[in-house]
């Protein structure tokens, strides 16, 4: 018997951050959440990410519980809109990496590309290049670098924060 076996104490330690009491939870969650997840569609290489996505929001807004019923509901409630929040990311994220993935692959012969690759140095291309066109992982480019999955994460959110600054620039008249 755990000292988590208790849904208010465990919420309660939870809402303090205690290690220990996250551990719990996970431990004897997790599963529930990615069933809830798959059947909401999530596929099995998206579940750890929307769930890492749900565990957030549950850090930020734990309450006490006292019911196990009522936590359970609002888990579930926090992860539908943990799907659907990453699902709209996913949209948004597709469709600019569309574009510029065709800039990119010469989509464009006309060079729409060539003001956004401005400033970039060959290496930030060929990341670019690799990763939208050519589909490599981020775990791949990190391993590739010698870097952190995270790191390259990091690198790439750069980019593509560039990237739509240039893309609004353009579509909105040069603003």
Not at 42 to 48: L, M, T, Y
Not at 70 to 91: G, P, Q, T
Not at 142 to 151: D, I, L, T
């Given at each position: ?14 809402r303090?951050?205690?290690e ?6 996970h431990?004897h ?11 909401r ?23 006490r ?5 009522e936590f ?8 539908r809109?943990e ?8 949209r948004h994220r597709a469709?600019?990496l ?9 989509g464009?012969?006309?060079g729409a ?9 060959g ?6 290049e690799?990763?939208?066109?050519e589909g ?5 480019l990190a ?5 952190s ?9 750069r ?5 739509r600054?240039?893309l ?8």
């Amino acid at each position: 018997m755990s000292r988590f076996d208790d849904i208010g104490t465990l919420s309660r330690a939870m809402r303090r951050a205690d290690e220990a009491a996250w551990q719990h939870f996970h431990e004897h969650y997790y599963d529930l959440l990615e069933g809830v997840a798959r059947a909401r569609g999530v596929g099995p290489e998206e579940a750890p990410d929307v769930i890492q996505g749900c565990y957030l929001r549950i850090l930020r807004n734990v309450r006490r519980f006292d019911d196990e019923r009522e936590f359970r509901a609002w888990l579930c409630c926090v992860l539908r809109s943990e799907v659907i929040d990453s699902a709209r990311r996913r949209r948004h994220r597709a469709s600019l990496l569309e574009r510029v993935g065709e800039w990119l692959a010469g989509g464009n012969p006309g060079g729409a590309a060539a003001p956004l690759l401005e400033g970039m140095d060959g290496g930030e291309r060929r990341l670019l290049e690799r990763h939208y066109v050519e589909g490599w992982s981020q775990a791949e480019l990190a391993a590739e670098a010698g870097v952190s999955v995270k790191a390259m994460e990091s690198r790439l959110a750069r980019l593509r924060q560039r990237a739509r600054r240039w893309l609004e620039r353009r579509e909105g008249g040069g603003r």
